[in-house]
């Protein structure tokens, strides 16, 4: 039995029986050292993270579309996914997605299907379709999945939820959430003066084709590579896809913030097509869930270009000038706030909040000994615990997220139906509820996600 099908069958075994680790740190294990095989997709950027969380482990293969970026001493370099996995499927453990929003999906189901656990970054997936394919392909592959949103593995968020589940805050019936971005013509966000970008001559080094993926032919510019394709819905999911899985990280996991009925556009920047607006304002409404009050829940950004801001609760006990960035939580008995990263929970009222450190609730949640996504999910692997923003969570948080997204892409009020998977008051939109895809880039489906 090679490396990849030790730990492939141990943790199918860990998944079903939920008693022993698949293995630990000197014990029997996929090799003599217990360190990981890992690839990277996507070799610069963000992939940083996942290179300084995983560094006792092997990093194998560096795949990236730009050969500047996919060399790494001891690494075998490649510029295509699909012939990284075929060469090396076999020697590799897991996998980390490091590419723009719109590679997401295809690299991280062609690394599920091979059996290899997978790290992918924050927005799992370009569109909503995706992350529900993503969300059964875990369950069928029984694969260790992790969504890269560091405040998931925060104290923070846990300690949230323990407040709010102790009664602190009573019924939870509005929440205003955002961040403050984006910054134009910085290191992530672009704004053109025109679109279509004009077309420029491809850099050598760089693999133009493999980048689009399974996007529509579009000529290269080199706005969108290495980091501002954040800035155009075709690539990126812009300041939504950037930040809702860290700033909603805690009102969707905390409240179970999963199936909104009506997404609206209140307020929009007027933008060039297919380009990222100014600001915006974006409502979803979320109906009663078991015994939660049904809550709306607002998203602001853009606040640095004259957006609409952040209002802090009545009473807020902490400065002239609140954050304009992270969550303020309106409750039926206290406010509360939660900074960008889903962390540092505290009462809005100064005088709430010491009296609730006097009388905290008792730790409900097990706090994450490991520091960050990437090292959370190295040792759930190795040792069967599943990761706090596994898929099943993450392709939830993602799909709130991307139905904010298609409202401040198109403007102008959803209509949602979960269990169908339809925009039922604006039937044309259904067509970005699951993009087509360029031949030669079709993975999922096999998979029936219409419904829960």
Same mark, same amino acid.
């Given at each position: 039995?090679?490396?990849?099908?030790?730990?492939?069958? $141990?943790?199918?075994?860990?998944?079903?029986?939920?008693? %022993?680790?698949?293995?630990?740190?000197?014990?029997?294990?996929?090799?003599?050292?217990?360190?990981?095989?890992?690839?990277?997709?996507?070799?610069?950027?963000?992939? &940083?993270?996942?290179?300084?969380?995983?560094?006792?482990?092997?990093?194998?293969?560096?795949?990236?579309?730009?050969?500047?970026?996919?060399?790494?001493?001891?690494?075998?370099?490649?510029?295509?996914?699909?012939?990284?996995?075929?060469?090396?499927? +076999?020697?590799?453990?897991?996998?980390?997605? @490091?590419?723009?929003?719109?590679?997401?999906?295809?690299? $991280?189901?062609?690394?599920?299907?091979?059996?290899?656990?997978?790290?992918?970054?924050?927005?799992? #997936?370009?569109?909503?379709?995706?992350?529900?394919?993503?969300? !059964?392909?875990?369950?069928?592959? *029984?694969?260790?999945?992790?969504?890269?949103?560091? &405040?998931? $593995?925060?104290?923070? =968020?846990?300690?949230?939820?323990?407040?709010?589940?102790?009664?602190?805050?009573?019924?939870?019936?509005?929440?205003?959430? &955002?961040?403050?971005?984006?910054?134009?013509?910085?290191?992530?966000?672009? +704004?053109?003066?025109?679109?279509?970008?004009?077309?420029?001559?491809?850099?050598?080094?760089?693999?133009?084709?493999?980048?689009?993926?399974?996007?529509?032919? #579009?000529?290269? @510019?080199?706005?969108?590579?290495?980091?501002?394709?954040?800035?155009?819905?075709?690539? /990126?999911?812009?300041?939504?896809?950037?930040?809702?899985?860290?700033?909603?990280? /805690?009102?969707?996991?905390?409240?179970?913030?999963?199936?909104?009925?009506?997404?609206?556009?209140?307020?929009?920047?007027?933008?060039?097509? /297919?380009? =990222?607006? @100014?600001?915006?304002? =974006?409502?979803?409404?979320?109906?009663?869930?078991?015994? *939660?009050?049904?809550? #709306?829940?607002?998203?602001?950004?853009?606040?640095?270009?004259?957006?609409?801001?952040?209002?802090?609760?009545?009473?807020?006990?902490?400065? !002239?000038?609140?954050?304009?960035?992270?969550?303020?939580?309106?409750? #039926? *008995?206290?406010?509360?706030?939660?900074?960008?990263?889903?962390?540092?929970?505290?009462?809005? +009222?100064?005088?709430?909040?010491?009296?609730?450190?006097?009388? +905290?609730?008792?730790?409900?949640?097990?706090?994450?000994?490991?520091?960050?996504?990437? %090292?959370?999910?190295?040792?759930?692997? *190795?040792?069967?615990?599943?990761?706090?923003?596994?898929?099943?969570? %993450?392709?939830?948080?993602?799909?709130?997220?991307?139905? &904010?997204?298609?409202?401040?892409?198109? /403007?102008?009020?959803? !209509?949602?139906?979960?269990?169908?998977? $339809?925009?039922?008051?604006?039937?044309?939109? @259904?067509?970005?509820?699951?993009?087509?895809?360029?031949?030669?880039? !079709?993975?999922?489906?096999?998979?029936?996600?219409?419904?829960?």
């Amino acid at each position: 039995m090679n490396r990849r099908d030790f730990v492939k069958v $141990t943790a199918a075994a860990g998944a079903a029986s939920c008693v %022993a680790p698949r293995f630990s740190i000197g014990q029997p294990g996929p090799s003599a050292n217990s360190k990981l095989n890992i690839a990277m997709i996507g070799g610069g950027g963000v992939a &940083g993270m996942a290179y300084g969380a995983l560094n006792g482990e092997n990093i194998v293969a560096v795949c990236d579309v730009d050969e500047n970026r996919n060399k790494r001493e001891g690494a075998r370099s490649f510029t295509d996914f699909r012939v990284m996995l075929d060469k090396m499927g +076999k020697e590799i453990d897991g996998v980390c997605v @490091n590419t723009p929003d719109h590679t997401h999906f295809v690299a $991280t189901m062609a690394a599920m299907e091979r059996g290899i656990h997978v790290c992918t970054q924050k927005p799992l #997936t370009h569109n909503i379709w995706q992350a529900r394919v993503l969300r !059964e392909a875990a369950k069928r592959y *029984k694969v260790v999945t992790n969504m890269g949103n560091q &405040g998931h $593995t925060y104290g923070g =968020i846990r300690a949230m939820r323990e407040l709010y589940e102790a009664g602190f805050l009573g019924q939870v019936t509005e929440i205003h959430c &955002g961040i403050s971005g984006p910054t134009w013509n910085g290191r992530y966000f672009h +704004k053109p003066a025109e679109m279509p970008l004009p077309a420029q001559d491809v850099p050598a080094h760089l693999k133009w084709d493999l980048w689009l993926g399974p996007q529509s032919e #579009t000529p290269y @510019n080199r706005v969108y590579h290495p980091e501002r394709w954040r800035s155009f819905w075709s690539f /990126g999911t812009g300041m939504l896809g950037d930040w809702f899985c860290h700033v909603g990280d /805690g009102p969707v996991w905390v409240l179970e913030l999963y199936e909104p009925t009506v997404i609206e556009c209140v307020e929009r920047d007027e933008t060039l097509p /297919g380009v =990222i607006p @100014n600001s915006s304002l =974006i409502r979803w409404d979320f109906p009663q869930r078991g015994d *939660k009050a049904p809550c #709306t829940v607002y998203w602001h950004d853009g606040m640095v270009n004259g957006g609409k801001p952040m209002q802090a609760p009545e009473g807020w006990g902490y400065g !002239e000038n609140p954050p304009q960035k992270g969550s303020y939580w309106y409750g #039926t *008995k206290e406010d509360a706030y939660l900074d960008e990263r889903s962390n540092h929970p505290r009462l809005a +009222k100064r005088e709430a909040m010491n009296a609730y450190n006097q009388n +905290k609730p008792p730790q409900v949640y097990p706090r994450v000994r490991a520091n960050g996504p990437h %090292a959370e999910w190295a040792q759930a692997i *190795k040792d069967g615990a599943a990761c706090g923003a596994n898929f099943d969570y %993450a392709s939830r948080l993602t799909e709130t997220c991307l139905l &904010g997204v298609l409202a401040q892409r198109f /403007g102008g009020r959803i !209509e949602w139906d979960a269990e169908t998977m $339809t925009i039922t008051n604006r039937k044309e939109l @259904n067509d970005f509820v699951r993009e087509p895809v360029r031949k030669g880039w !079709e993975y999922g489906n096999g998979f029936q996600v219409a419904g829960r």
